[in-house]
C-alpha cells in the first residue's frame, strides 16, 4: 500500500457543483495534514491544514478520519478558478524533522 | 505570512554546466528544507532533505553527486545541478518548515532546461 494515496482523477464537474476528494495514509501515527493546491506549472500552495474536528474556510471543508486513515476536501458551489491539481500532504515528524509524503495529486476541472 | 523565495525562476543552460537555485526562507528560521522535482504532468518527487549544518539525506535513485546540497545558514539552502544533461530539465521547487507543525511554505520554483 502506497504511503498516501489519492484518486488523480480528472473530476469534470460543471461550475456550481459539489466535488469531494478522499485522500488515505498508511502510516496511523501520521501527525499533521494538509492540502495543497498546484496550478499548471506553478508551485504548490497551502489551501488548508486538516484538523481532527474538521474545518472549513468558505466553500472548502476539510475532515480527519484518524480511525480510517483518511482525510477529505469538499468544495461546494466549484468554480472556474477551482480547476487545478489537489494534493494531499501528510507529515510525520521525528525529531526536529518532518517527513514529507505528497500524494500524487487529483485533476480537478470545473466546466461552465 | 512565511515567505520562501526561491532564485532563478528560469534559467536555461547548455549541458555539462552547473547551475545553482537557492532557496531563502525571508523571514523566519527554516532547520529543514527540501528539494522537489515535478516533470510534466507528473506529481512532486521529493529529491532530498536538507538540515541546516548537517549533510542532506537524499531520496533512493537522487545521486547525490549530482544534486549538490548545501544548507549553510538557516535561511539559505542551496541546489546544484552538476555537469546538467537534457533529461535534468524539469521543475525544481523548495520548501521550507518553520517549525515542527507549520504547513510548508514554497519556492515558486525553477524551471530548468537544458539544451
Known amino acids: 500500500r502506497k504511503e498516501v494515496e489519492q484518486d488523480p482523477g480528472p473530476f469534470n464537474v460543471p461550475e456550481g457543483a459539489t466535488v469531494a476528494f478522499n485522500c488515505t495514509y498508511s502510516?496511523?501515527?501520521?501527525?499533521?495534514f494538509f492540502w495543497y493546491r498546484q496550478d499548471c506549472r506553478k508551485e504548490p500552495k497551502l489551501l488548508m491544514s486538516?484538523?481532527?474536528s474538521g474545518n472549513e474556510d468558505g466553500r472548502f471543508t476539510a475532515q480527519l478520519n484518524r480511525a480510517s486513515q483518511y482525510i477529505s476536501l469538499l468544495i461546494r458551489d466549484s468554480k472556474l478558478s477551482d480547476s487545478a491539481t489537489y494534493l494531499c500532504?501528510?507529515?510525520?515528524?521525528?525529531?526536529?524533522?518532518?517527513?514529507?509524503?505528497f500524494g500524487k495529486g487529483t485533476k480537478l476541472s470545473v466546466k461552465p | 505570512g512565511a515567505v520562501v523565495s526561491q532564485h532563478p525562476s528560469r534559467v536555461i543552460c547548455k549541458s555539462g554546466t552547473s547551475v545553482k537555485i537557492e532557496c531563502r526562507s525571508l523571514?523566519?528560521?527554516?532547520?529543514?528544507m527540501f528539494w522537489y522535482r515535478q516533470f510534466p504532468k507528473q506529481s512532486l518527487m521529493l529529491m532530498a532533505t536538507?538540515?541546516?549544518?548537517?549533510?542532506?539525506?537524499?531520496e533512493q535513485g537522487v545521486e547525490k553527486d549530482k544534486f549538490l546540497i548545501n544548507h549553510a545558514s538557516l535561511t539559505l539552502s542551496t541546489l546544484t545541478v552538476t555537469s546538467a544533461h537534457p533529461e535534468d530539465s524539469s521543475f525544481y521547487i523548495c520548501?521550507?518548515?518553520?517549525?515542527?507543525?507549520?504547513?510548508?511554505?514554497f519556492g515558486n520554483g525553477t524551471r530548468l532546461t537544458v539544451t
Open positions: 523571514d523566519f528560521q527554516a532547520t529543514t
Open positions: 520548501s521550507a518548515l518553520d517549525s515542527s507543525t507549520s504547513p510548508l511554505h
Open positions: 500532504v501528510v507529515m510525520n515528524y521525528g525529531g526536529s524533522q518532518g517527513n514529507l509524503i
Open positions: 502510516n496511523s501515527a501520521s501527525q499533521s
Open positions: 536538507s538540515n541546516e549544518g548537517s549533510k542532506a539525506t537524499y
Open positions: 486538516v484538523y481532527s
